[in-house]
């Protein structure tokens, strides 16, 4: 999946040894650094030939008023993006007035290094001018994890074999509204199509001017945004090091800012140029203030030396690993992309502090920024589990919008607080609703993660004074989202309906499965944890009630709605359906749809795909790994064999998922298979929107399928278990987790599981069912007698050939395509337009293939 001449493997580093244009949009991804809150590209720092010169910052975003062909009430009024911020990135090197331009350059040597255990970029580049000039360039850059505002630059030019003049051009430059004035039109705008995950773009001035200026070699540039009023200011220091003779320039408008050094370099001696930048942002302080900011950040940074700054990063680093890493014995490649998501998940998170994780963390605008049920269901565990300060930050965030929540429940005419599916500051901003706002199932999402969080570190502090104001108010949207419905024979049932699940390609359905059996896991959480905190504390229960205006029945009429709860099930099929009517619609024939058509979503309009039975991402699937506990291994795997083959993986969320159920029900070569597509998401631009930024959620979904998949770990019910599914090539898989205070470190091998404690309270876990207790500085080893079972190839529909659904109807599959006008010769066959073609007597429908509609 990677050509490996250019990208070595390097179980710590990702290399690159040659640069081409042609795909820099993806190596700016894959080279950025972050520290969540602040994100450089990999943008080389010449600053041209990118695909997008980005400098992201968590939440600095504009709003813009969405336009709707047609508006109806409640309709998302207020879009948010986020924005470029000011570019700080640039060093321009000249020698001889030649500007070093790789595209065009002589270069000789060329190395590129992201190093993940120091979290630094690192550059090396060895050009010949025109004139003969032998000049080594070496670069480094890093985003501060320990000084969450801090980025560091620095540039060292040695002209080898001669005298030379040589300009090192310092820059920070306004992209967002003087691309064309300073930088030239990016890549990525000439080539922009049709993408819905893509950011939108304000033709307006975004960054209006308010302090700039320069004093000795600092410089200030600062903002306020024009719509949304948040404001920005970048500081830069420099410092120039070399006993060559120089002077200095310096220029500052309102969009640029640059400081120049211009130096009689002698051959053989060094040029050293560092950058030190900061940045600060905010919803209501003065730009004024936020300098001041700046100017104290770099003070004590410019105290410490870049030396020292490096020290830091790789000290701090050094615990996150300590306590984050996963290895894969024998696998360098493997290892290499492990580790490069892994440092994708810190980079996303460490400091987002109150902040959400974006879809694309700081490495890009894809998805324009915003925060989704992404960071829940598929990023929170991996913090959770190493690092659950990372984690209780992420879920405040969720408890800070819940203002903003309640509004939108009452919009829709719902109690309690609805959660968006998309937003920066806390609203709607998806304005297709059929996809965005009928995924109420993020309620359930946001309480799941609280839910495993609490379980997880006993963090109850949190959850009295906190989180159970996100559970109380989740729990009550479902309980008057929802419905009573009695039979003849008088049995009641609570069923959901118009919403959407996870797969976006069925929508605003009835009775989704995986709605309805996230809003049961909500509800019974709810009712719970208000019960024991009754039970436990009168004082702060006493607090809620007064704070929530809970009345004395309500945790009562959710646990009813939950234990009545409507799971729908297929008898005939024998499995569970997506929704009430999912399996009476057509089978999308996905084996011989053409790859050009592919990924459905940028080919086909969306009600052409809402008619049939096909996935965008696991559904059912999904709900069967984070509700296990509740479905037997018989309806696993029968739901496994059903879903996946009409599974598109068009979204990146979906290999992860596949991945763990397939090592569960015994599919182990395609766990492995769906296992490297996660891992190569963006390392192997599988999707072709890498350039866009990194997929956080695939990247926190890999260590899900490490630990849960193939180490088999489950937490049901706050329990912890293994049941591991190492896969056949693998000599072992280690990983670390954090229970209640207590490390754990886990190594599966073929024969054996082990378990060594470090710290913490004794503690009990089961492996298949046989419980342990394990005290610190203790080791547990289970023998284990096998991987789980083991079922070859992967599932198709063939055995479903004879089998009818309800209605007595065989199952069916076509492609849409379009088609010249066929005369109507028989009301049972063809029509005209968007005509259907049969698979040949497909084994799907047993050769019974019925009219053309």
Request: net charge negative; aromatic share 10%.
């Amino acid at each position: 999946m990677i050509d490996r001449d250019r990208f070595p493997v390097d179980p710590w580093r990702l290399v690159e040894r040659s640069t081409t244009v042609d795909d820099v949009g993806v190596t700016e991804t894959l080279f950025a650094v972050g520290n969540g809150y602040l994100g450089l590209r990999g943008n080389h720092p010449e600053g041209r030939q990118a695909h997008e010169a980005g400098t992201f910052i968590n939440g600095f975003h504009e709003t813009f008023p969405i336009r709707h062909a047609e508006q109806a009430y409640g309709f998302a009024e207020i879009g948010q993006t986020i924005i470029n911020a000011p570019d700080a990135k640039v060093l321009r090197v000249y020698v001889d007035d030649e500007p070093l331009s790789l595209d065009v350059a002589d270069v000789r040597e060329y190395e590129r290094v992201l190093d993940m255990r120091d979290g630094v970029l690192r550059r090396h580049v060895r050009w010949t001018t025109p004139s003969g000039k032998d000049v080594l360039v070496e670069d480094e850059r890093l985003v501060s994890f320990p000084e969450q505002h801090l980025a560091v630059m620095r540039l060292t030019v040695t002209v080898l074999n001669d005298d030379a003049p040589v300009t090192v051009s310092c820059q920070i430059i306004n992209r967002q509204d003087g691309e064309n004035v300073y930088g030239g039109t990016p890549v990525a705008t000439k080539k922009a199509g049709f993408d819905p995950r893509k950011a939108e773009r304000i033709e307006d001035r975004v960054l209006q001017p308010q302090e700039y200026w320069q004093e000795g070699d600092r410089a200030v540039l600062s903002y306020r945004v024009t719509e949304s009023h948040m404001t920005l200011a970048v500081v830069a220091d420099h410092l120039i090091e070399t006993e060559n003779e120089f002077t200095t320039r310096r220029l500052v408008e309102p969009d640029i800012a640059k400081n120049v050094f211009r130096v009689q370099a002698r051959a053989g001696v060094p040029i050293t140029v560092t950058k030190l930048v900061s940045y600060h942002t905010s919803r209501g302080v003065p730009a004024r203030e936020l300098v001041d900011r700046c100017r104290r950040t770099l003070d004590r940074a410019g105290a410490e030396g870049a030396d020292q700054l490096l020290a830091q990063q790789r000290e701090w680093l050094d615990a996150f690993w300590s306590r984050s890493d996963v290895v894969i014995g024998g696998h360098d490649d493997l290892q290499q992309a492990t580790r490069w998501c892994l440092f994708q998940l810190a980079q996303a998170s460490a400091r987002a502090d109150a902040s959400g994780v974006p879809a694309k963390g700081v490495t890009g605008s894809g998805y324009s920024g915003h925060y989704f049920w992404d960071t829940e269901i598929y990023v929170l565990p991996f913090l959770t589990y190493t690092t659950p300060q990372w984690a209780r930050n992420a879920l405040r965030m969720r408890y800070l919008m819940l203002p903003a929540a309640r509004r939108r429940a009452t919009q829709l005419n719902e109690h309690g607080a609805l959660f968006p599916w998309r937003t920066i500051n806390g609203e709607e901003a998806s304005a297709y609703y059929a996809a965005g706002t009928a995924q109420y199932h993020i309620n359930a999402d946001v309480s799941y993660a609280l839910a495993k969080y609490v379980r997880t570190t006993g963090d109850i502090d949190f959850l009295t004074r906190e989180g159970i104001d996100i559970a109380v108010e989740t729990a009550r949207l479902w309980a008057t989202l929802g419905f009573w419905r009695t039979s003849d024979d008088g049995e009641r049932s609570f069923h959901i309906h118009g919403v959407t699940g996870p797969d976006e390609y069925t929508t605003v359905v009835n009775d989704n499965l995986f709605t309805n059996v996230m809003a049961r896991f909500n509800l019974r959480f709810a009712a719970r944890i208000v019960r024991e905190m009754a039970a436990a504390d009168g004082e702060a229960y006493r607090r809620m009630v007064d704070r929530l205006a809970l009345e004395p029945g309500e945790a009562d009429g959710w646990l009813q709605a939950a234990e009545a709860m409507h799971i729908p099930f297929s008898t005939a099929l024998g499995i569970h359906p997506q929704d009430h009517v999912f399996l009476e619609r057509e089978i999308w024939d996905l084996e011989n749809t053409p790859p050009d058509k592919r990924p459905l979503l940028l080919h086909y309009h969306p009600l052409v795909i809402y008619r049939y039975q096909v996935l965008k991402q696991a559904d059912v699937v999904l709900a069967l790994f984070l509700q296990g506990n509740h479905f037997s291994a018989a309806d696993k795997r029968a739901d496994f064999e059903y879903y996946d083959p009409l599974t598109t993986g068009d979204s990146t969320l979906s290999a992860v998922v596949q991945s763990i159920l397939a090592a569960e029900v015994g599919y182990q070569d395609l766990a492995l298979e769906y296992f490297h597509q996660s891992l190569f998401v963006d390392l192997g631009d599988l999707h072709h929107n890498a350039a866009d930024g990194v997929h956080v959620a695939s990247a926190g979904g890999v260590w899900t399928a490490l630990v849960s998949g193939f180490g088999g770990m489950r937490d049901h019910f706050g329990e912890l278990s293994f049941d591991p599914r190492l896969p056949a090539a693998w000599p072992e898989l280690s990983f670390v987790l954090h229970w209640h205070g207590t490390r754990l470190d886990v190594t599966v091998r073929t024969h054996e599981l082990r378990v060594r404690a470090s710290g913490g309270d004794p503690l009990t876990f089961s492996v298949r069912g046989a419980p342990f207790v394990i005290g610190a500085g203790e080791e547990v080893v289970v023998p284990l007698a096998d991987q789980g079972p083991v079922i070859p190839g992967r599932p198709d529909h063939r055995k479903f050939a004879d089998v009818r659904r309800e209605d007595g109807t065989l199952l069916s599959s076509s492609i849409p395509t379009v088609t010249s006008a066929i005369p109507i010769i028989d009301a049972g066959l063809a029509a005209t337009g968007a005509d259907r073609v049969r698979d040949d007597v497909l084994a799907v429908s047993g050769g019974d293939v019925g009219p053309t509609t």
